[in-house]
């Protein structure tokens, strides 16, 4: 099975601050990946698929990179609404899997 | 309003059994692929199962296989989850999601139904 492992676990930050997250594999996923945003007591929400694509309607501010084994999620002018909990999964043979997931705070 | 909608949680003794409903609204059901994933309390996100479109195909995450069933009932837009052997590790929000298989991701996901195990 694929492990993916975020970095950090939790991130603390102020509004307006550029932060990027980390999500390593196991092994090569090419570009499986994607990212979620998850806030307390909700439903993960799809912010980007094939490591870079953003989703319909996902703001700009939100940037996926990487390939292989090694991806980013980078928001470059955090807003109130994106302090939560970051998660990037992966898709490989009908088999998924999620990272554990990095916790954005405010400082 | 495209819409996916669980039920079925509660309150189960170990060992015990139950099955999740997922109702889909305002797609085409039959046409996508769906998945179960579930967190723990205060933990992270873990796909458990999946289903093809038709019904043909299914694939269960490890920790679960043998123990829970994936189905569905297209004529009735709606997804199950057959839990058996319940233990406490499977408390949990289910979620039902469904899934673009080109991409790779859920990218529809319902509010959530909680299984608490417990004696």
């Known amino acids: 099975d694929i492990q993916l492992t975020q970095s950090p676990s939790t991130l603390s930050a102020s509004v307006g601050d550029r932060v990027t997250i980390t999500c390593r594999a196991s092994q090569s996923i090419s570009t499986w990946l994607a990212w979620y945003h998850q806030s307390p007591g909700k439903a993960p929400k799809l912010l980007i698929y094939?490591?870079?694509t953003l989703e319909s309607g996902v703001p700009s501010r939100f940037t996926g990179s990487g390939s292989g084994t090694e991806f980013t999620l980078t928001i470059s002018s955090l807003q109130p609404d994106d302090f939560a909990t970051y998660y990037c999964q992966q898709y490989n043979s009908y088999q998924y899997s999620f990272g554990q997931g990095t916790k954005l705070e405010i400082k | 309003e495209v819409q996916l909608l669980e039920s079925g949680g509660g309150v189960l003794q170990p060992g015990g059994s139950l099955r999740l409903s997922c109702a889909a609204s305002e797609f085409i059901f039959s046409s996508y692929a769906m998945s179960w994933v579930r967190q723990a309390p205060g933990k992270g996100l873990e796909w458990v199962s999946f289903?093809?479109?038709?019904?043909?195909?299914?694939k269960y995450a490890d920790s679960v296989k043998g123990r829970f069933t994936i189905s569905r009932d297209n004529s009735k837009n709606t997804l199950y989850l057959q839990i058996n052997s319940l233990g406490s590790e499977d408390t949990a929000v289910y979620y039902c999601a469904r899934l673009i298989p080109a991409r790779g991701v859920f990218d529809m996901w319902g509010q959530g139904t909680l299984v608490t195990v417990s004696s």
């Open positions: 289903i093809s479109g038709g019904g043909v195909v299914t």
């Open positions: 094939k490591a870079s």
